[in-house]
């Protein structure tokens, strides 16, 4: 397996795989009883695991064509639910590296930006597409490309979307937000001196 | 774009710097952490080299993995004694103060926060933890985040975000009787969809909210994640000042005075701005129970289970997984069907109110034969307000099981859980598959009192044909 994101990240390269459904919640992605843990490195082996059990075998996590994928590629509000970033991290450890869909829920989209995980979105009909391009070839290569940025395989090119401010934390490596946050500790403490709640409400 | 909302006041109050690419760096007010989501925040501020920024904005409680029926430490399950563990060792080295076990203070964080005055309007709050939405019932700017971010937010008191559009959710009239807070939120995601406040802030308000008391207003602004909205709101008013009043962390005197004053002035100007509203009857919404595998396939208990042909075609493949996974035909009237476990309790309604109205259709009658049903009161102080008038033997004498508190069978990360294909009647927030503990249980959402009555009869029924008995 590749190591973990680390830097800028211009593009990601690997093999995809396709988990299709809308709404897929990160219950699913990681069931609770994982979250027992006071570390994230035993879950890639988990990821999805009452889904897998109950296709016993074929769900595409499982099937032997798409083992050692990179890039996976879902349908609407994939990421749904609890807040638990074991979920982009069990896919992460798993082997994701990018995540392609047609929309994707908001703290399921900031965790996997935290660690340096794009999600990309485009329409119904060209995830539709894509998914087909790798069902009917699963050991071509594709390349999410964050210059343009563009989902590349041998079979074609589609146009993805990434919102501005994401693009720009994960083309320039400050995706990992804490030092630029720690950089501005001085306006940090102006408001700490001068919020009223933590001010005993005093006039300003 | 919003402006003049209380979104948007909360919002510039906060903001530290526009950061390169267009995020902003918004300041968090307070910080709540758990056993669950906070121990690789801690692990990773070391391996940096960092400390806590304000610990003294950061609060802390045990919920999810704990026991209900003994808290006895060390805890029987090992890896649940090492979580907590953990957290009070975090808390320690980092002096963050910990309502633990046996404080009186310990409790789910979304009943405890406000309960102890801590969450107040006008703040932002962040926790690593969805339902954080919660505590915007007073009119705060309060979202869940995941586990980096928890260790930014511990880091720099801030965070990375993004402002999100505001979505007014105007409830006209009142709400029938026996028509609950959460027969309203679950009408509002059936109504939008579960990702219909992707990208949104909602703001709820209109004759029914203002109507609604602060614990109505938390179990609405609690399921607001549910609908895709990472936050929900009500702006402050003379409700949720006469709840803060004499609470713990409130300014007392002339502050508490300058306290409301400011407060007021938050809320969202006569003329301001939203992106969208939604308009909403009160009057034409029923006790709500969802049928499916996701809190926006909810129905009217006066409704069945609904065909293919009656869908938007984007809804049919999840209701064709709903129809197996559920063992559910449509065409099957939801009143009637038949459970195996009841659970009253979570962060949605497990307060007081919630086990009033809970224990207003208990008493007097008996759990059905064969059922399982339990209470788990949100907080320590829910717990010991209950058994003070009486609730827990209300409870008892019908035949449901008393316990001590937590998240409990709402995400089943302590013992109490489902058994293969058992049903629940479940007063949480999610009917997600495997969400309560059994990889194929099934969970059918609805409101405390509605729980009850299905304890009672066995089988999903409408609470307005029950007389209820209220404390005498």
Same mark, same amino acid.
């Given at each position: 397996?590749?190591?973990?994101p ?8 690997g093999?995809?795989l396709?988990v ?9 992605i ?9 570390s ?6 988990q990821?999805f ?11 595409p ?10 890039i996976?590629?879902v ?17 992460m450890?798993w082997?994701?590296?990018a995540?392609?869909?047609?929309s994707f829920? +908001? ?5 996997? @930006?935290?660690? /340096?995980?794009?999600? $990309? %979105? =485009?329409?119904p009909d ?9 069902e009917?070839d699963?050991?071509a ?13 041998p ?7 990434? +919102?501005p401010g994401?693009l720009?934390? @994960?083309?320039s /490596?400050r995706?990992? $937000? %804490? =030092? ?18 933590l ?6 | 774009m919003?402006?003049g909302?209380?979104?948007?006041k909360?919002?510039?109050l906060?903001r ?17 952490i758990?056993?669950?989501t906070s ?11 960092l400390?806590?920024?304000c ?7 045990v ?8 808290q006895?430490?060390?805890f ?9 563990s ?8 980092n ?9 009186g203070?310990q409790g ?8 102890l ?10 926790c ?5 939405s ?8 309060a ?9 930014d ?18 409830v006209?009239?009142?709400l029938?009787?026996a ?7 679950l009408h509002?995601i ?10 949104h802030a909602?703001?709820f308000?209109g ?10 207003r938390?179990t609405?602004?609690n ?13 402050p ?7 803060l ?9 002339d ?10 002035s938050?809320?969202s ?8 509203e939604?308009?909403f ?7 709500t129970?969802?049928w499916g595998?996701?809190?926006?396939q ?18 049919r ?9 559920m ?25 007081l ?15 059905a ?5 339990f209470v ?11 058994e ?14 008393w ?5 409990s069978?709402?995400?089943?990360m ?6 293969g294909r ?7 927030n ?8 059994s ?6 959402l609805?409101?405390p ?5 299905a304890?009672v009869?066995g ?14």
């Amino acid at each position: 397996m590749t190591s973990f994101p680390n830097g800028a990240i211009p593009q990601v390269n690997g093999t995809a795989l396709v988990v299709k459904g809308e709404d897929i919640d990160t219950d699913r992605i990681i069931p609770a009883r994982f979250l027992k843990c006071v570390s994230f490195d035993a879950l890639g082996d988990q990821v999805f695991a009452d889904d897998r059990k109950e296709l016993k075998g074929s769900h595409p996590f499982d099937q032997a064509r798409f083992q050692g994928a990179s890039i996976l590629v879902v349908n609407g509000n994939f990421g749904c639910g609890s807040s638990r970033e074991h979920a982009p991290q069990a896919l992460m450890r798993w082997g994701i590296r990018a995540v392609v869909g047609v929309s994707f829920a +908001e703290i399921f989209y900031g965790n996997c @930006l935290a660690l /340096g995980i794009p999600c $990309a %979105t =485009s329409t119904p009909d060209q995830i539709e597409a894509i998914q087909g391009a790798v069902e009917a070839d699963p050991a071509a290569v594709w390349c999410l490309d964050l210059s343009s940025p563009e989902l590349q395989s041998p079979a074609g090119q589609w146009p993805v979307t990434i +919102e501005p401010g994401p693009l720009d934390m @994960l083309r320039s /490596g400050r995706w990992d $937000a %804490t =030092s630029q946050l720690l950089d501005h500790s001085d306006q940090v403490q102006g408001l700490i001196d001068s919020l009223p709640y933590l001010n005993n409400f005093a006039a300003r | 774009m919003s402006s003049g909302t209380l979104y948007d006041k909360v919002w510039d109050l906060h903001r530290v710097a526009e950061l390169p690419g267009g995020s902003t760096q918004l300041f968090v007010g307070l910080h709540l952490i758990h056993e669950v989501t906070s121990p690789q925040a801690f692990a990773a501020l070391n391996d940096k080299g960092l400390t806590v920024r304000c610990p003294e904005r950061t609060v802390a409680t045990v919920d999810h993995i704990v026991p209900t029926t003994s808290q006895q430490r060390p805890f029987a399950d090992p890896l649940a004694e090492e979580m907590l563990s953990t957290l009070e060792r975090n808390c320690l080295e980092n002096g963050i103060a910990l309502n633990n076990i046996g404080s009186g203070r310990q409790g789910i964080v979304h009943v405890i926060a406000p309960e102890l005055g801590l969450t107040q309007p006008g703040m932002t709050v962040a926790c690593g933890d969805s339902h954080t939405s919660t505590h915007g019932a007073f009119g705060a700017i309060a979202f869940g985040i995941g586990t980096s971010q928890v260790r930014d937010v511990l880091a720099s008191q801030s965070l990375a975000m993004n402002k999100l559009k505001v979505r007014r959710i105007l409830v006209n009239g009142r709400l029938s009787e026996a028509v609950t807070a959460k027969d309203l939120i679950l009408h509002v995601i059936r109504t939008l969809g579960v990702k219909g406040g992707v990208g949104h802030a909602y703001e709820f308000a209109g004759s029914a909210i203002e109507a609604l008391s602060m614990e109505e207003r938390m179990t609405l602004c609690n399921m607001a994640i549910e609908g895709g909205a990472r936050c929900g709101y009500v702006n402050p008013d003379q409700v949720t000042f006469d709840y803060l009043e004499g609470r713990p962390h409130v300014p007392a005197g002339d502050a508490w005075k300058r306290a409301v004053r400011w407060w007021r002035s938050l809320a969202s100007d006569a003329d301001a701005v939203v992106d969208d509203e939604v308009v909403f009857d009160a009057a034409a919404i029923t006790p709500t129970v969802t049928w499916g595998i996701t809190p926006g396939q909810g129905l009217g208990i006066e409704e069945s289970i609904p065909g293919l042909d009656a869908l938007d075609p984007g809804d049919r493949p999840i209701a064709e997984e709903a129809y197996r996974y559920m063992d559910l035909q449509p065409g099957t009237p939801i009143a009637g069907v038949p459970v195996d476990v009841c659970f009253i309790g979570s962060c949605t309604n497990g307060r007081l109110s919630d086990l009033r109205a809970a224990a207003a259709v208990a008493r007097g009658r008996q759990v059905a034969d064969g059922i399982k049903a339990f209470v788990v009161p949100g907080s320590e102080q829910v717990a010991q307000a209950a058994e003070a008038e009486g609730l827990d033997q209300v409870f008892r004498t019908a035949g449901f099981e008393w316990r001590e508190p937590g998240c409990s069978m709402c995400l089943a990360m302590n013992p109490d859980r489902l058994e293969g294909r058992q049903i629940s009647a479940s007063s949480s927030n999610r009917n997600f598959k495997g969400r309560q503990g059994s990889a194929s249980g099934r969970t059918l959402l609805m409101s405390p009192a509605m729980v009850a009555a299905a304890a009672v009869h066995g089988r999903v029924t409408d609470v307005r044909t029950l007389p209820l008995h209220p404390a005498s």
